[in-house]
């Protein structure tokens, strides 16, 4: 079983509509929770970095943590074309110098004008 | 503030030869930098820990002879892969964080090789 579990997609949606991202894991050791974006053949992005169990909003996005149930999701509202992208999940655990950060497989999005 | 870089964006090389790829962070101190690759349509997977001064912690399945990382100051790594075949071109990412308990990595944009 993989530490990180998300699904690859491809996941396609009109312009405007509210999208749902989503990553289990298994290692309780996660303590930090962010979201990525990463275009074609470019470096992640850091979107959304969170610690704690609860909803965290910055602009279209909200992320989303259930430490109990071992899941995160990343919502985006009012989805535009620029927002295709994949989206990556990543956990970490250890802080510092002795960080380990595990991503997950990418969910690729594409929204349609 | 908080970038990274890297240089080359991209190269290809002819199998058995060996390629630098160098990681600089351009406005912070990092501490530590890890390497990543990432192959197609796959997540990036952690190839090994860098901290400055002090030889590079690897993850299992990595060979350490055969990507060899330098961490001589605070504001650049290298990542040295020796005598390279075609199953070692992959995306190459690096990124950095000042070793503060609650820092973030910042990414760097990244490195194509192609083995020939």
């Known amino acids: 079983q993989k530490e990180v579990e998300q699904d690859p997609g491809p996941l396609s949606v009109p312009e405007g509509a509210i999208v749902s991202l989503n990553c289990t894991y298994s290692?309780?050791?996660?303590?930090?929770f962010m979201w990525y974006r990463q275009y074609s053949r470019k470096g992640p992005e850091l979107l959304m970095y969170t610690y704690s169990s609860g909803n965290k909003e910055d602009g279209r996005f909200t992320a989303q943590v259930d430490k109990s149930s071992k899941y995160i999701s990343l919502f985006i509202r009012d989805s535009q074309p620029s927002d295709s992208a994949t989206y990556l999940c990543a956990m970490r655990s250890g802080s510092g110098g002795y960080q380990k950060v595990t991503f997950g497989t990418g969910t690729k999005l594409q929204v349609i004008p | 503030g908080a970038v990274v870089s890297q240089h080359p964006s991209r190269v290809i090389c002819k199998s058995g030869t060996s390629v630098k790829i160098e990681c600089r962070s351009l406005?912070?101190?990092?501490?530590?930098m890890f390497w990543y690759r990432q192959f197609p349509k796959q997540s990036l997977m952690l190839m090994a820990t860098?901290?400055?001064?002090?030889?590079?912690?690897?993850e299992q399945g990595v060979e350490k002879d055969k990507f060899l990382i330098n961490h001589a100051s605070l504001t650049l790594s290298t990542l040295t892969v020796t005598s390279a075949h075609p199953e070692d071109s992959s995306f190459y990412i690096c990124s950095a964080t000042t070793g503060l308990s609650d820092d973030e990595q910042f990414f760097g944009p990244g490195t194509r090789l192609t083995v020939l």
């Open positions: 406005d912070f101190q990092a501490t530590t």
């Open positions: 290692n309780s050791a996660f303590q930090y």
């Open positions: 860098s901290n400055e001064g002090s030889k590079a912690t690897y």
